[in-house]
């Protein structure tokens, strides 16, 4: 019966895998963007796909034109951190064709935070692969709920719920092939916010990545948050993390917030920022905006 089933799952895989090459060939130089999803709407550059692009000998950056998705690739198998919004599935998993990945290849799914626009496709893509999710607490409980509930956005922001497979410890380490990701807790944009770190190579050199998480506060209540009482003092521990990651290449969640613009191809990162200076950068508008609403509540 077992083996069964895994020639099924194999079967399933294979038609999908062959579906989707037959798109990745016929695609078109610049796609349309994916569809709204209705309920949250979003910026086309969110939604607009563009081609896969290598970022070091076995790191890939495969998202959207501003929502990033990265791939680490090993011949023992790949592993995928963030996803974009919940429409971006089977871009994803033609994007992971297009550089040799099979959707069976895919061993872990990772996430920075359970916000739609960065984990909405991650039930479908686990369904898709039979993947694992690593989260942790915080976000495997954001995860299950489909975003519900959320500290700042209520139901405003929901996605198809999934179920984690592994939680994650703080600066506990993931691996796949040789590659070890391990991941860094920096609570603040939400409570379960991680950030991950890797070494690759390129050009014969080892090439230290730090994938950060969002360090905003979009429209968040930084005084008298019920909900979030330490908020201040959670962020403010979060940007003394990541100053002190490695950092030889900054990758942020929204490409744009480290710099990039990886629609070019010939040089996606035309303004590169480090750890140091992307922490610096949030910690002054938090700081401004805290001061506001101090003000505000006087």
Not at 10 to 25: C, D, E, Y
Request: hydrophobic share 40%; aromatic share 8%; net charge negative.
């Amino acid at each position: 019966m077992q083996t069964l089933f895994r020639a099924t799952r194999v079967a399933v895989a294979l038609l999908s895998f062959l579906t989707l090459s037959s798109f990745a060939a016929d695609a078109p130089p610049r796609e349309k963007p994916l569809p709204q999803s209705g309920a949250y709407e979003v910026p086309d550059a969110w939604r607009q796909p563009i081609a896969p692009l290598q970022l070091a000998d076995h790191t890939w950056y495969i998202g959207t034109e501003s929502i990033s998705a990265v791939l680490v690739v090993t011949p023992d198998g790949a592993l995928l951190i963030d996803g974009g919004m919940p429409q971006a599935a089977n871009m994803l998993l033609a994007n992971m064709f297009k550089v040799g990945v099979a959707p069976s290849q895919l061993r872990w799914l990772l996430v920075s935070h359970a916000h739609a626009d960065h984990a909405g496709p991650v039930a479908a893509l686990k369904r898709a692969t039979g993947a694992r999710i690593v989260a942790n607490a915080e976000s495997a409980a954001m995860l299950a709920k489909g975003g519900t509930d959320d500290i700042h956005f209520g139901d405003d922001i929901t996605f198809p719920p999934a179920q984690v497979d592994r939680y994650l410890q703080d600066e506990e380490v993931v691996e796949v092939g040789a590659m070890r990701l391990t991941g860094h807790f920096t609570p603040g944009h939400t409570p379960g916010s991680t950030s991950w770190t890797w070494t690759d190579t390129k050009n014969g050199k080892p090439l230290r990545f730090a994938y950060v998480d969002s360090l905003s506060a979009p429209g968040y209540k930084l005084i008298g948050n019920a909900r979030f009482p330490r908020i201040v003092e959670t962020y403010k521990r979060t940007f003394d993390v990541v100053r002190k990651l490695p950092c030889d290449v900054l990758l942020t969640p929204h490409s744009d917030a480290s710099g990039w613009t990886p629609n070019d191809a010939s040089n996606p990162h035309p303004k590169p920022m480090t750890c140091v200076e992307y922490a610096d950068g949030a910690e002054a508008k938090f700081d401004a905006e805290l001061a506001k609403q101090r003000a505000g509540s006087r």
